[in-house]
């Protein structure tokens, strides 16, 4: 069964600095990769998604993920974080066969401070 | 063009009685699902639908868990009875068709309490 691991539940980054989150996933073949944004009272909104190809992959409103194989891992990153980037951030994953449920890990709370 | 539309926002019940909730997926989506959202969790999915029919509800608790896509369109989830561990916030989304390539996009969702 596929899994995703979030090991941070909090993490508060100064205004204008950088910011990485951490996500581990757990599935036998070729994942399918996906990091969504949570603002408090909305729904969950795509950043970016990873299938194949090139394992650096570019997103909405600044967002980068990197896909490493051998660690198992699809970290998000952003160069330089703005005040309206606190919200909750969300890894899944996918299987890559029959209707494909996402799997969600459990969450990161982005809180910036000034 | 329009979001997922979800109704009602909040709601508060007692525990052993019946609440439903109603998402209007995006015009033309066929694949609509519903989500369990605990807090301090990422979303569950309970339920999913391609057009009017049921793909995937492994994870639904049947026996207090039911829902329905009339048409292939709306949709509604129901509870009944409701127990203090369903107090969650129900999440609904849609996607052009179901599978890895198809964007879900999500609606606002309901938030449950249940005392």
């Known amino acids: 069964a596929q899994s995703v691991t979030q090991p941070d539940i909090h993490i508060t980054v100064s205004e204008g600095a950088s910011l990485e989150l951490r996500c581990n996933y757990s599935?036998?073949?070729?994942?399918?990769l996906f990091w969504y944004v949570q603002s408090p009272g909305q729904g969950l909104q795509l950043l970016l998604k990873y299938f194949s190809g090139d394992t650096l992959v570019q997103g909405i409103k600044g967002f980068e993920a990197e896909f490493k194989r051998s660690q198992s891992s699809f970290n998000l990153r952003k160069p330089s974080v703005h005040w309206s980037d606190a919200a909750e951030y969300f890894c899944?994953?996918?299987?890559?066969?029959?209707?494909?449920?996402?799997?969600f890990g459990k969450g990161t709370m982005l809180l910036v401070s000034p | 063009e329009a979001g997922v539309a979800q109704s009602p926002r909040y709601k508060i019940i007692e525990k052993r009685q019946s609440v439903a909730f109603w998402c209007n997926p995006i015009?033309?989506?066929?694949?609509l699902y519903w989500y369990q959202q605990i807090l301090g969790q990422g979303p569950k999915l309970l339920i999913q639908?391609?057009?009017?029919?049921?793909?995937?509800d492994s994870q639904l608790p049947k026996d207090r868990f039911s829902a329905e896509r009339l048409k292939g369109v709306d949709s509604t989830l129901k509870i009944q009875p409701a127990k203090l561990e369903d107090s969650a916030v129900y999440l609904c989304?849609?996607?052009?068709?179901?599978?890895?390539?198809?964007?879900?996009?999500f609606g606002p969702g309901t938030r449950l309490t249940v005392l």
């Open positions: 989304a849609s996607s052009l068709r179901s599978g890895w390539g198809n964007e879900q996009f």
């Open positions: 899944a994953v996918a299987s890559n066969s029959g209707y494909s449920t996402l799997t």
């Open positions: 639908f391609q057009n009017n029919g049921v793909v995937d």
């Open positions: 015009s033309g989506h066929a694949t």
């Open positions: 599935y036998g073949a070729t994942p399918y």
